[in-house]
């Protein structure tokens, strides 16, 4: 006999092996270069993640390219952003033309995705947009943009990690997890959540 507690087991059971297989696919790329070239954005936390936009963007892959989350709480302070990354003749010429956008606002992956969203507003392409970041912290990022831009197309450029530790990965899918409940609410029902960052 089936009883209603085994039942919810069984359900919940299924609702985190369909978790797992979503965040597996997640931290999977989808970019391919197109021309014209597709907008891109990088969500700031590693740099790593600035440097692989960074290549893109002067390799013509994307453009134009946002930068999320340049501030000094992310460790890079927007006036000497061209020389902590040692920016070419060509990227400072980018962000002297708007090709290369440094906003300031966002402090944690949600406010990222509704920093991306107000700044596709001022665009005129409707292509699909490239998210550049981490490989693991890619789901809750990915999944976060697509909410805040209910419906257009986000790519992921996964940008591979060196050392990946268990317990990292554990807490970034908490963060997933949390990432289909909390974007979803007002910014001062996750301002103070540490796990956000």
């Known amino acids: 006999m089936i009883t209603p507690l085994r039942l919810f087991g069984w359900a919940l059971l299924l609702l985190i092996a369909l978790a797992v297989g979503d965040f597996y696919r997640r931290t999977q790329s989808t ?23 960074l290549s893109l963007l002067e390799l013509g892959q994307i453009t134009p390219l946002l930068i999320s989350g ?11 952003f061209a020389d902590q990354f040692q920016l070419s003749a060509t990227l400072r010429v980018a962000i002297a033309s708007g090709a290369l956008v440094l906003a300031t606002e966002a402090n944690n992956t949600i406010e990222n995705a509704r920093e991306t969203r107000h700044w596709l507003t001022t665009l005129s392409s409707t292509l699909p947009i490239v998210l550049i970041t981490n490989q693991f912290h ?10 805040a831009l209910s ?8 940008v591979t ?7 990292g990965v554990v807490v970034e899918f ?24």
Do not use: D
């Open 31 to 53: 970019f391919v270069p197109t021309q014209p070239p597709q907008p891109g954005v990088v969500f700031t936390g590693q740099f790593s993640r600035v440097y692989a936009g």
């Open 70 to 80: 340049v501030n000094p709480g992310a460790g890079i302070p927007v006036a000497s």
């Open 138 to 147: 890619m789901p809750r990022a990915s999944l976060a943009l697509e909410q």
């Open 151 to 158: 419906g257009r197309q986000v790519l992921r450029y996964v």
């Open 161 to 167: 990690e060196n050392r990946v530790r268990y317990e």
């Open 174 to 197: 908490s963060k997933y997890l949390g990432t289909h409940v909390f974007a979803w609410l007002p910014y001062q029902f996750y301002q103070w959540v540490w796990f956000w960052q």
